[in-house]
Structure formats: C-alpha cells, structure tokens
C-alpha cells in the first residue's frame, strides 16, 4: 500500500508530467510549463499550499495540489483542491481515495472548508462521481462557455 507524502524539491519534474497529463484530459486553457512551476514550488514550500504524492516504485503514480484561498465576498478563508490526479495506469488502485483523505486531513488540521471540483468530460465522469461519494457536502456547477469568436466592443 502506497501512503500520501507531502512532496519534496526532487518531486518537480515528476509533479508537472502529472499535471500535463491531466491537462490533456480536462484541460481549459493553454498549458504553461513556468506557471504551472511557480504553483508547484509553492506547494512543495508549504507557501499557502501542500502537495501531496504517492510515489510508485519507478514514479509519482498520484498527486493532489491544496491550497489556501477565498471568496471574494469573504475574509473566509476554504482549501482549494487545484488538482487530484492519479495516473491512468493506477487508477484501479486506492490512490484517489488516498488523495482525498489527505485533503480531508489537511482541512481537518487548518479548520478550513474544502472546495473540491472536477470539470465533468467524457474522461472525468467517474471522478466527479468519486468526489460526489468521497466528500458528500454541498454541490455546485461549473459552466464553461467558450464564445464563437471575440467581441471587441466587451
């Protein structure tokens, strides 16, 4: 049984293959390598954020991104779940559900709420149902509308 480790300098790499991954299964918007470095970095620093990582025995197989955040109404503040990912080859596996008690724990220590979401493909179904499952709580949608050409008059 793997268990969830908070990620180290070394994980980096691994981290971003990850998350390339995932971006090309649920991804909106264009991927960038140094934004995405500059969130990682921060996670792995305990910078308003944690990433957590269950390494296989060649590779990171799972990660999950957590960090401190805030409406915008609010002085509030929730946990952000940035991205809960387990590699394809490992998704029979408890990894998910690894993931998700650890971001329960993280909530658990800080007192904060956590704000879990998965924009729902074809691909992604499943997880959302997972989620659903996991952490039951209050529900909410996320629409995303792509608009057929820019509007210079907005």
């Known amino acids: 049984m793997n268990h969830v480790r908070f990620a180290v300098p070394a994980d980096e790499d691994d981290i971003l293959f990850l998350l390339r991954q995932k971006h090309a299964e649920d991804g909106v918007a264009p991927f ?3 934004k995405a470095r500059i969130t990682i970095r921060q996670g792995i620093q305990r910078n308003d954020g944690v990433i957590g990582v269950i390494r296989g025995s060649s590779m990171i197989e799972a990660s999950i991104g957590l960090f401190v955040s805030g409406w915008f109404y609010s002085c509030e503040k929730h946990i952000a779940d940035l991205w809960t990912y387990v590699a394809p080859a490992f998704r029979q596996s408890n990894h998910a559900k690894d993931l998700l008690d650890f971001a329960k724990r993280a909530a658990d220590r800080c007192g904060y709420p956590l704000l879990a979401h998965q924009l729902v ?7 959302a149902k997972l989620l659903e499952r996991r952490l039951g709580g209050d529900k909410g949608v996320i629409i995303i509308y792509r608009p057929t050409k820019k509007d210079d008059a907005a």
Do not use: L, P, Y
Not at 121 to 127: A, G, L, M, S
């Open 32 to 34: 960038d390598d140094d």
């Open 121 to 127: 493909n074809d691909r992604t179904v499943e997880k």
